[in-house]
């Protein structure tokens, strides 16, 4: 019994080093990734505090989408690294993405949409503007809606209608 414990203890320790390098190159490549995860949340951070719209800033919604997605390739990068087989997490991820953009396209679609009206802001608060049948004032610029008042009543339409629609700023 003590052969069989020593034996399996020796073949325990082989292993073990032999998959030191893996393993510390695989902690090298999350670190790598952490440290771009760190300042990809900087410069993110910089750009936000520059921006003029403090209420709904875009930067942050960036830097959230940007430091999720770069952990998430660090893990499976590492996971690679240290030999094991991830086709299988890269095929669910794509399947998991796959079913929430279809889920969602049409959320999506107005977040997408109300990043770019953020961005390039072809129209701001207080303008006039008339769009998708309705003409007012611009209340709030969402990042999902924009908000307009025309004779006392509150219309939410979400930015996709805006950016497919024709936009006449009065």
């Not at 032999?18 to 902690?27: D, I, T």
């Not at 107005?110 to 503007?129: C, H, Q, T």
Request: hydrophobic letters at 50%; a positive charge; aromatic letters at 12%.
């Amino acid at each position: 019994m003590n052969y069989y414990f020593q034996a399996l203890s020796q073949e325990f320790l082989g292993a073990t080093v032999s998959f030191l390098p893996e393993f510390l190159s695989g902690l090298f490549v999350l670190s790598f990734f952490y440290l771009l995860n760190f300042f990809a949340g900087l410069i993110f951070k910089s750009m936000a505090k520059r921006s003029l719209d403090k209420k709904h800033n875009v930067w942050n919604i960036l830097r959230t989408v940007t430091r999720l997605i770069l952990l998430i390739i660090g893990v499976v990068t590492m996971l690679g690294t240290w030999g094991i087989d991830v086709s299988a997490i890269i095929t669910g991820l794509g399947l998991t993405g796959f079913a929430f953009g279809f889920a969602l396209k049409d959320t999506l679609s107005s977040i997408l949409a109300g990043v770019m009206i953020m961005l390039y802001r072809p129209f701001s608060i207080n303008d006039k503007i008339e769009t998708c049948g309705v003409e007012g004032t611009v209340k709030s610029i969402d990042v999902r809606y924009t908000t307009i008042e025309d004779n006392g009543h509150l219309h939410l339409i979400p930015n996709s209608k805006i950016m497919t629609e024709k936009v006449t700023i009065i």
